[in-house]
Each structure stands twice: as C-alpha cells, then as structure tokens.
C-alpha cells in the first residue's frame, strides 16, 4: 500500500526506515497491491540500499477506541 512503512534490514541488524512512495503492479502504477504478489515498489529512505538488504513492509492503524 502507498504510504506503508518498511524497515531495512542487512542480515538481522536493522539499518533504517523508509515509506512506500510509489507500487507497480505490470507497468500500472497502483494504490495496494494483495500479499504475496510480486510488484515494484519506490521507497523514500536516506539509507543506502545494497542488493542482499530485506524489506520488511507492514502498515500502522490508528484506531479511536470509545468508552461507555
């Protein structure tokens, strides 16, 4: 999903963070994209990204939770 946070990771140190600026699915510049689908993605980070790094995306919700 746009917008999504992703952590940059070099073997099982954590070297950054960056956000999902852009999602390709085919040539198509899409919104979401379904788990598992193979797609490009434009991150914004100032950490350099080499070849063997992992991406790790999730997304954060905010929830209002109300007490009666």
Do not use: F, H
């Not at 140190?13 to 979401?32: D, F, H, P, Y």
């Not at 788990?35 to 991406?55: H, M, N, Q, W, Y």
């Amino acid at each position: 999903r746009v917008g999504g946070k992703v952590r940059l990771m070099r073997g099982s140190n954590q070297i950054g963070e960056a956000t999902i600026s852009e999602l390709q699915l085919g040539k198509r510049n899409v919104q979401e994209v379904p788990a598992g689908t193979e797609c490009g993605l434009k991150i914004k980070t100032r950490t350099k990204v080499l070849l063997e790094d992992e991406l790790e995306v999730y997304w954060e919700e905010k929830k209002r939770v109300g007490i009666s």
